[in-house]
């Protein structure tokens, strides 16, 4: 079971992404971070941490609930219904260019149902993808603006992010 | 006005596309092609003749219709509303490997909609994106998996597809 991040390389890593989100991003005023759960939620607020950090400006951060639901579950496809629970964006995010974060970039099946989601929630400028691992075989024309680390996976792996606030530790771990 | 694509060069851009296409999909039966209106139409039946013709496979081909209205005009906002008409995707979707195919790709709206309305009308196994010219700015976080050219542009520019099935002839060029 290869430890592909340990703590060290998961802190390193996302204040490397908060420069580059500072870098890129001319202003941070319209910016805001929304972290898909469950551990796209801490990741946010570690990135928003980090970014205060280095400039001392508040990034404000929500929590989006996307729980892919098939409607057959024997058939492989990309129209999973997405279900909408537990949001929690205690602002607007009209007008507003929003970082969308999650620890798992894979399908792309939940990012195109969270870019649903928000668009429903409002009316934001853009929304840029922010992710920890990206594992590959995506089946939706989706990329992340951001990547902690490409991580390449065979289809019949699984790859485990574990950190501090809902695991107990930090680590990335491919199982097979 | 810079013309970035002559006749020629768009002939064996789509020829070149289709050999990608071919070697990165170990079995072209699932394979269909959706031109988005309008240009992405007459592309699609391009690619698929190329493909016929480089291994006698026919690829159905169908068309989809995207138009954007933005249900407030002087805002700027990726929640624009598809309004999805004038389809013609003669042959069932699911469970099939759509290669999506339109003439630019700008800030995402477009093809963001075009999934929705893909999905909506099917269930297929994967999307897949085609596009004859990347001009970048992009607003959501979409990716083409198969680029004829990659035009870097100011947002003031714009970029004019002219194809001899609907213009006349064929070229690509870059507008003050």
Redesign the interface.
């Known amino acids: 079971m290869p430890v592909v991040m340990d703590a060290d390389r998961i802190g390193r890593t996302l204040t490397r992404i908060a420069h580059e989100i500072i870098e890129r991003n001319r202003t941070l005023d319209q910016l805001v971070l929304v972290g898909i759960q469950r551990r796209g939620v801490p990741l946010a607020r570690r990135l928003a941490a980090a970014i205060h950090a280095i400039n001392q400006h508040e990034v404000p951060t929500g929590a989006l609930d996307i729980t892919l639901y098939r409607d057959?579950l024997m058939?492989?496809?990309?129209?999973t219904q997405p279900v909408v629970g537990r949001t929690d964006i205690p602002f607007s995010i009209?007008?507003k260019r929003i970082l969308?974060v999650d620890d798992v970039l894979y399908t792309g099946r939940t990012?195109?149902a969270a870019?649903?989601a928000l668009?429903e929630f409002?009316?934001?400028?853009?929304?840029?993808?922010v992710v920890l691992i990206d594992r590959g075989h995506r089946?939706?024309?989706?990329?992340?603006?951001y990547v902690g680390k490409n991580v390449p996976t065979s289809p019949s792996q699984s790859v485990q992010v574990r950190l501090a606030e809902t695991d107990g530790r930090d680590e990335v771990e491919i199982q097979e």
């Open positions: 057959d058939r492989h496809t990309v129209g009209d007008d969308l990012i195109r870019l649903d668009i409002g009316r934001p400028t853009s929304i840029q993808l089946e939706l024309p989706i990329k992340a603006d």
